[in-house]
């Protein structure tokens, strides 16, 4: 994708004015919190099912808040990719355990039993409160040192719910990643009632009392188009013992330069999950010929809750779908705390987190401070890639900066 001379200068023109007349952007007042309606963020399936409802959601700091009932417990969530992950969680576990009555009664009453005392309280999902983008620069540069001093100031007594999720007989450890594997489940999930879900599958199957799922799994896993990468991540998964996964992680980023002590702190690293871990790694081995990756580590490292490990997780998939689909690219960028690349065409790329992008005073300061960079440093355009959306508003003022604009970029089945 390239731009010629005479937009160049255009864009930079109607940029340089805005610097110039900065109520030019402003005049009119910044959003308010939007009001919320369900209906148009989730889908009628994601609203409610014959497992769960969706009873109320809010919108803070980018993101949207969810309280959930469903068959397995209540959950308090925050983004949309959080809820969609517990959805599909909450779906799997109702049925197997329909399916597991159907074979095994007594052992479908147990699987009921143990889901029941599993604790609901929403700390065991979400374990901090969210951080947005603009404090991730503040984080990483107030911290990042500490952390490679030893002392990650994000892992606390806490947070050792992320700690080792398998089982120390290799038997049932085997077991449990085969029965994630084949319900499509993350073996390393932080929610409890997916853990003692297959804990009590994996002790059923090492006994020989039980080798139930795998009807159900053929069918529920097939539905859901994957990416080729993401069928290797869970394959890699399944396969691999807890110190495999670290040693493959490791290998993968040697082989990227990463440094060693990022590459230490990032495998140490208490809120990401040993699931999170190996999917960063393995979509980033696709950018071998992007420089500074070392810069994406360190802003990785500054995830201190689940909803922030997700979108680095997913962040890793943007940047190799962006880099294989849309248009290829040199190095990677943080600037301010937001990660961005820059393009093989002289282009500066820029990746937006939030579920709801609104024209807010913070993020009115980000990107007109982002576009006077990408001006002031002469590339041939500028450009916001982002997970989520954002508002008719929001979008006027980032045209009015001369930013394109791809929205939703994950959206597509066989993407996410």
Known sequence: MTFDGTTYYLKSAIVLLLFLFPFAVSAESNESIPVVNSNTILSPEELSSTYHRVDTVEFEDGFYKFQLESDVGEFELKSLAVLRKRLNEIKILSQAIIQYENQDEDFSDELRSQLSL????????????????????????????ATLEGEDPFVRDRLNRYSQREPNDPTVARHKRNAAFQLGLDMYSSNNKVQSFLNTVAN??????????????NGFVNSQKQHEMDTKIRHILKSKTLSELNEYNVDLLLKLGINKKLIKAFIEHMVLSPTNK?????????????SRLDSYIEVVLTAD??????????????????YNETEKFSTFYNFKGQSAVLTESRRIVFFEYADLLIWSEENEKKYTQAAKHAMTSG??????????????FASQHMEALAFKHQADFLKSSDIR
């Not at 999917?279 to 980033?284: C, K, P, Q, R």
């Not at 590339?379 to 008719?392: I, R």
């Open 118 to 145: 599993s604790s609901d309280s929403a700390d065991d999902f979400i374990t901090s409160p969210f951080k947005t983008a603009r404090n991730l620069a503040g984080q990483l540069s107030k911290n990042l040192d």
């Open 379 to 392: 590339y041939k355009g500028w450009e916001v890639v982002s997970l989520g959306s954002l508002t008719s």
């Open 204 to 217: 059923a199957r090492a006994s020989g009392k039980v080798s139930a799922g795998v009807g159900l799994s």
């Open 278 to 290: 190996t999917t960063i790694a393995t979509y980033l081995s696709g950018l071998e010929k992007v």
């Open 305 to 322: 809750d689940e909803v922030v490990a997700l979108i680095f997780e997913r962040l890793s998939k943007m940047l190799f779908h962006y």
